[in-house]
């Protein structure tokens, strides 16, 4: 690999269009050549055909197609991103034309038609006619040439530069057993009148110029180009969930300036346009709302199938739809910086990643075709030596030269993280990379902030507890009228919604409240030290009253007038609906559960005891929590850290495994391992759910891909496996690795 000199320090990236690829041992050997250039650094996958280069300055990129070509293949720089959208049938893999899919599936419809007489009559020596041999020639010489063609051009192109891959296996293999066949044919017995001969699952002793294996050329090829296509459209099935979520954007938005609508392409809008959203309409891209109330589906982006209610100062996300009315909204990110854009982004680059485990499946197939070819070699040697004969040595050695195809170890990992993290997309959790997977296995306790991420974040009016006598209807009005010409969020959750009396001679006063006149009476809003330093009585009970509020760990706003206080009002930042089934959740995963918060002791228990946590740390300053995640880690523990804020930031990228809330700021997302779109603290349980499955497939591939090798091999150099079914086997083993990958896609959310 080539090193970085201490030049190179500001690295640029590009991902690269691979074409020609044909088996894991092609993408393996793109990435060798791609990483020999000095300060390059290149990741190659296979069943997404991309390449993803970090190189330095002095490195053109004229210089990285140049180097993809000489190693036989092509690269080409990505195309201009498409506009925004795409209509339903973007979605549809089935729908959106694939030529290289086409022309294979015209191949393998073609070589099936003529290998199945062959075949056939291979099979089933009653059915053996006089020079049915020829016949077999005949129709097996198509398939052998033209059928396996893709195999033979990729094999020579790797010869011509010296390599070998999978497809040099599948090509040696379909040859020897044509080319034997003509030997027999032409120059042994086969070829005359009258010859049958049997079929068996195993290797008959005979003379070898008196059998002809055209079944095993055209059969084997048939059964590659069957596993091929299969492969290729479930890779295209794959990364349906990606190309979904790229056609969700809007084509088209309503541009309102100076009060005049105009229709306009959603990828002209700038960031501070005004734009409207009619019911039905999509959201063109994010932004918050100006005027008019709707509810808003966003169950395209978060999995909820709730709408959500929005108003004027809420933020909408673009690709959303609007379900009922009309909204004018200014826009705040317009193109790659769009919710929409990121996800897609973080998914496209999580797809690219490779598990440990697969970077040692990348070594081994780098090694493996030479290794095969020289057991090929020896397999022959062996069964010559023990006077065995040609037949037996031949239909061996084919059998190692197909079966040992490890074309499954290169599918493991890619096309599960394709399914994986496209499934993640759809539900609202985004997921960086395959180390993440790995991280989540491993976890054993989730350190939760609280202020976002348990709670809503918002302080809220919780509890109206009038004193004797006072009316709570009244004590709420007259409270809430004075503090509604308050900017500070305790006097905000106070007001309410509104409507509200008309409030004069309104005041505020630094750390102890506000007052003002309403319907004639001067009303005073705050700590009981206010209202005694005004001369109002403070009766027991309302002092008493305050001491429970905050005792509860809520914030109690005393509230009077005439001379006395009328009761208290507590305030607290709500904990959210969803919490507690959230925390369950993660303890039924096997997660130990930490609440962190900068607020007060007493706040934090009464949180804690609400949604199910037990051990809490309280008082933290936003750079203490690093050190909590650091101790807890020093504990021996792995350790999940859910925030959302820009305090949580360096503490998210300090745990083993970092989850930010999707609502949450920019550089908490930025330094996590899984964003959760929605907000939802119970997909966090869904999220790991979801991480340790995709994860628990990949390992089950890679074991299906080795196990079936090692078993394989030794089978196919015993003399015990016809050729034939060695290529059906091989096929199937790529076929059942992207198969078992597919079933993420039926991963289901805890039941809501």
């Not at 320090?9 to 074409?19: F, K, P, R, S, Y």
């Not at 079944?215 to 090829?221: D, L, N, P, S, W």
């Not at 705040?332 to 854009?341: C, E, F, K, P």
């Not at 993290?421 to 989730?446: C, H, K, M, N």
Request: aromatic letters at 4%.
């Amino acid at each position: 690999m080539g090193t970085t000199s201490p030049e190179h320090t500001d690295l640029e990236d590009v991902e690269l269009a691979i074409t020609g690829m044909t088996c894991a041992s092609c993408a393996n050997r793109i990435e060798r050549k791609l990483n020999k250039l000095d300060g390059v650094t290149a990741s190659v996958n296979y069943a997404t055909e991309r390449a993803r280069v970090s190189f330095p300055p002095t490195v053109a990129t004229e210089l990285l197609l140049d180097t993809v070509a000489a190693a036989g293949y092509a690269a080409a720089l990505p195309e201009p991103e498409p506009e925004p959208g795409g209509g339903p049938d973007a979605a549809d893999p089935d729908v959106v034309p694939d030529p290289e899919l086409d022309a294979l599936r015209q191949r393998l419809v073609g070589s099936a038609l003529l290998t199945l007489p062959v075949v056939v009559l291979a099979m089933v020596p009653a059915w053996q006619f006089d020079h049915w041999q020829w016949a077999s020639l005949t129709l097996a010489t198509p398939v052998a040439v033209w059928g396996a063609w893709p195999f033979h051009r990729a094999a020579w192109v790797n010869l011509r530069h010296g390599a070998t891959t999978m497809d040099t296996l599948v090509s040696m293999g379909v040859l020897a057993a044509y080319a034997w066949s003509l030997v027999a044919l032409f120059l042994g017995t086969a070829g005359d009148p009258g010859m049958t001969h049997g079929f068996s699952f195993g290797i008959e002793r005979s003379d070898g110029l008196g059998n002809v294996y055209l079944e095993t050329a055209a059969g084997v090829t048939t059964f590659l180009l069957a596993g091929r296509w299969f492969e290729k459209r479930s890779k295209r099935r794959a990364g349906a969930a990606l190309r979904a979520l790229l056609s969700l954007g809007a084509r088209e938005a309503t541009l309102l300036r100076d009060g005049v609508e105009q229709q306009v392409p959603a990828g002209s809008l700038a960031v501070g346009d005004t734009f409207v959203v009619r019911p039905g309409e999509t959201v063109a891209t994010d932004g918050v709302v100006e005027s008019g109330a709707s509810a808003v589906d966003v169950s395209m982006l978060t999995g909820e199938s709730v709408p959500v209610d929005v108003g004027p100062g809420d933020p909408v996300v673009g690709a959303t739809v609007n379900a009922s009315g009309r909204l004018v909204v200014r826009a705040t990110r317009v193109g790659s910086d769009t919710q929409l854009a990121r996800m897609a982004r973080l998914v496209e680059e999580a797809q690219h990643g490779k598990t440990q485990a697969q970077r040692l499946a990348d070594r081994v197939s780098g090694v493996f075709v030479p290794l095969v070819i020289a057991l090929a070699v020896g397999t022959v040697g062996y069964w010559l030596g023990t006077g065995s004969g040609a037949t037996t040595a031949f239909s061996a050695a084919v059998a190692v030269l197909i079966i040992a195809c490890p074309c499954a170890l290169g599918l493991a990992t890619p096309t599960a993280l394709m399914v994986g993290t496209g499934r993640g997309a759809q539900l609202g959790i985004l997921i960086r990379g395959p180390e993440v997977l790995e991280s989540t296995r491993r976890v054993d306790t989730v350190v939760l902030d609280k202020t976002g991420t348990v709670t809503t974040g918002r302080m809220a009016l919780v509890e109206v507890r009038p004193a004797a006598g006072q009316d709570e209807a009244e004590l709420r009005r007259l409270a809430g009228a004075v503090e509604a010409a308050s900017e500070h969020p305790i006097g905000r959750a106070v007001a309410g919604p509104g409507p509200h009396p008309e409030v004069t001679g309104f005041r505020a006063l630094a750390g102890l409240g506000v007052l003002g006149t309403v319907e004639g009476r001067e009303v005073l809003v705050g700590r009981t030290g206010l209202l005694v330093e005004h001369g109002l009585e403070v009766p027991a009970e309302v002092a008493a009253a305050v001491d429970e509020v905050e005792a509860a760990g809520r914030t109690a706003v005393a509230a009077g007038w005439a001379g006395r206080a009328r009761g208290v009002l507590a305030v607290a930042d709500t904990v959210r609906d969803t919490s507690a089934a959230a925390v369950a959740s993660l303890r039924g995963l096997g997660l130990e559960p930490v609440l962190l918060t900068g607020d007060h002791e007493r706040a934090a228990r009464a949180v804690a005891a609400e949604v199910g946590i037990d051990r809490v740390v309280a008082g933290v300053l936003p750079e203490q929590k690093v050190a909590v995640v650091s101790d807890l880690r020093a504990e021996g523990r792995t350790v999940a850290m859910v925030g959302d804020g820009v305090n949580d930031a360096a503490a998210l990228a300090t745990a083993d495994l970092g989850i930010a809330m999707g609502t949450g700021t920019d550089a908490a997302i930025e330094a996590s391992d899984l964003t959760l779109v929605s907000g939802d603290l119970r997909v966090a349980a869904d999220a790991v759910r979801l991480s340790r499955r995709t994860l628990g497939t990949i390992r089950g591939n890679l074991f299906w891909a080795f196990a079936y090798n090692v078993a394989a091999l030794p089978l196919a150099a015993a003399g015990l496996l016809n050729p034939m079914l060695a290529g059906a086997a091989m096929a199937l083993s790529s076929v059942f690795v992207v198969t078992n990958s597919l079933r993420l896609r039926g991963f289901r959310p805890l039941a809501r």
